[in-house]
């Protein structure tokens, strides 16, 4: 599940890695739209949105419930000189 978790995350990087490299090398287009604030706020919520529900849906799970044997309890008693 890690490895999906990994590839996945690598790929919508790239994504936007490529979506920033095509904007920071723009140069001779036209100038933003009206709507182009009201888009990159839709997109950046969508992306929020979109993380919390990878997120819940894949930390379900946890935490794990330990298996080991029942935890030892030591009393220890000191004092100061």
Known sequence: MQT????ISLALMAVVGVT???????????AAGPQANKNRSLLLWGMIVFGVIISVATLRE???V????????????????
């Open 4 to 7: 999906t978790i990994l590839i």
């Open 62 to 64: 946890n935490p794990h």
């Open 20 to 30: 920033y490299t095509c904007a920071v090398y723009a140069n001779d287009g036209p």
């Open 66 to 81: 330990s298996a080991g044997p029942a935890p030892m309890v030591v009393n220890i008693s000191g004092g100061q000189w």
